[in-house]
């Protein structure tokens, strides 16, 4: 079997063709644009996506079956007749309804929780989905009359490439809108945020079959970071992974049971088809690979692969530390209101000081995800990393140390692609096998550093609204 496996993400459509046996190639690769039409709003063309998609689908020649991973979190509206899109994508990067999540209050946070297991945040679909109906006459005009469709993009992607108006119940766990309890969506949360259940997609297992492209079968659809979990290996509990691309994501497999909210957030990992949902624990940094690419757009950094070579002292352990908030914090904090700081330079600080700082702080947000699972009543035993910065030798180092475990870094990179074909089908061990190992050193992180760290993190707490105040 030939499988094309498609990883839509925030900066590029990838597609690999992996086959039974361990070989694998990429077929193509293409960037798209992201548009910053105002403060805290990240948006992508949903035409160009489509586009990127066909493109890269084209070049990966005769296949089997067709496996498409998404973004997760971002969003969009479209007219149920035309296809046409009625709205850009509102990538989950989009901060737009913050303030309007801010005066729902503390009982909305609490249903929140305890239906879908997600805080009130502007990085989940639902106050997206919410905005686009109360500020965009056409989406109002398609509701009104009865041909609006509000979705993540997948299924906007299926609809127009197969006309299959359907969502994986691990996409909708990203939602904010489904119930965890039934796998269902909740007409409680879609009436707390103004999004009308009639308009969202059917629910179905991630490898139930979504239809067909020019006569190939799109076999799974998933999101993207719980395809990398698959990808992994990660299917026991205790089992972690975390990708570093423009954010950096943990998923902690939790197996059957559901965990209960706490510092991180629950979510479906996968269900298979006619097999029980396999749930994980979520928690994110906003800005991983998205933060070195502030720090070389500015000029601190030349070339990122030259940031592997560090050797000495950490810059934390002189002081200096950075905390990477380009767009907030994430968990456990939830705080769209934090702003990235440099704090502890003196005359001797250089550029490479602070690009070490600028990893130092993406370790140390990250390793705080991997306490926030301990704390959620979970301990992770393992811990496989992927993206960006899993090739640098620094981080991975830092990282160990940080979290106190062992970094195993698999040598087939694109694990995303990875779990697609697993979920479609292909037998992927043979291609996960080879794993790097990085062991932790105690001496590199110390206790005091972790304290000047923590310190950091409490002066940039809230620095946005303190900033604004007249």
Same mark, same amino acid.
């Given at each position: ?12 459509t ?24 105002a ?8 035409e ?19 496996a ?29 309804s ?12 609490a249903?929140?929780?305890a239906?879908?297991?997600?805080p ?6 639902a106050s ?45 766990s ?23 259940l ?5 629910i ?27 990808? =992994?290996?990660? $299917? #026991?509990?205790?089992? +972690? ?6 954010? %950096?994501? !943990?998923? *902690?497999?939790a ?18 088809a ?18 070195l ?53 003196? =005359?001797?600080? $250089? #550029?490479?000081?602070? +690009? ?6 993406? %370790?140390? !947000?990250? *390793?705080?995800?991997?306490a ?7 301990a ?7 993206g ?15 979290t ?24 992927t ?39 604004t105040?007249?």
């Open positions: 079997m030939r499988v094309a496996a498609v990883d839509q993400g925030t900066t590029s990838r597609c690999l063709v992996i086959a039974d046996g361990g070989a694998w190639q990429l077929a193509a690769s293409r960037r798209h644009r992201q548009f910053h039409p403060p805290e709003r990240v948006e992508h063309d949903p160009e996506l489509l586009a990127s998609l066909r493109h890269v689908l084209a070049a990966a020649g005769p296949v089997d079956a067709i498409l991973a998404n973004q997760g979190e971002s969003c969009l509206a479209w007219d149920a007749r035309s296809g046409r899109a009625l709205s850009p994508v509102i990538v989950w990067q989009d901060a737009r913050r303030a309007e999540l801010a005066a729902l209050g503390p009982g909305a946070a249903l929140s929780l239906v879908c297991g997600l009130l945040d502007p990085y989940f679909s997206k989905l919410g905005w686009l109906l109360r500020e965009i006459p056409a989406v109002a005009e398609a509701h009104a009359a009865g041909r609006l469709r509000l979705g993540t993009t997948d299924a906007f992607f299926l609809d127009r490439l197969c006309g299959v108006f359907a969502t994986d119940v691990a996409t909708a990203r939602t904010g809108l489904l119930d965890l309890a039934t796998g269902g969506w909740s007409e409680a949360l879609c009436a707390l945020h103004g999004v009308p009639a308009s969202l997609p059917e179905r297992a991630c490898d139930a079959g979504f239809g067909r492209l020019n006569g190939v079968p799109v076999r799974a659809s998933i999101v993207d970071q719980q395809a990398a979990l698959l990808g =992994h290996g990660c $299917t #026991r509990p205790g089992e +972690a992974k975390m990708t570093f691309g423009t954010g %950096a994501f !943990l998923l *902690a497999c197996g059957e049971a559901r965990p209960e909210p706490g510092v991180l957030s629950p979510t479906v990992a996968w269900q298979r006619g097999k029980a949902r396999i749930h994980a624990l979520e928690g994110g940094v906003y800005d991983a690979g998205a933060a690419e502030w720090a070389r757009r500015i000029g601190l950094i030349d070339d990122p692969a030259t940031l592997s070579d560090h050797e000495g002292p950490t810059a934390l352990s002189r002081g200096l530390v950075f905390v990477p908030a380009l767009s907030g914090l994430a968990a456990p904090d939830w705080d769209r209101t934090a702003a990235p700081m440099f704090i502890g330079m003196d =005359h001797a600080t $250089t #550029r490479e000081d602070m +690009a070490r700082a600028v990893l130092e702080g993406v %370790a140390m !947000l990250s *390793a705080r995800l991997i926030g699972a301990a704390a959620s009543g979970l992770v035993q393992s811990l496989s990393i992927d960006g910065l899993s090739a640098n030798r620094y981080f991975a180092r830092l990282l160990a140390a940080a106190g475990l062992r970094v195993e870094i698999p040598q087939m990179r694109e694990l995303t692609a990875l779990g697609l074909a697993e979920l479609a089908g292909v037998d061990a043979p291609i996960r096998a080879p794993r790097d190992t990085v062991e932790p050193d105690p001496a590199l992180i110390a206790a005091s550093d972790r304290a000047r760290f923590a310190a950091a993190l409490d002066k940039v707490r809230g620095w946005r609204d303190i900033s105040e007249s």
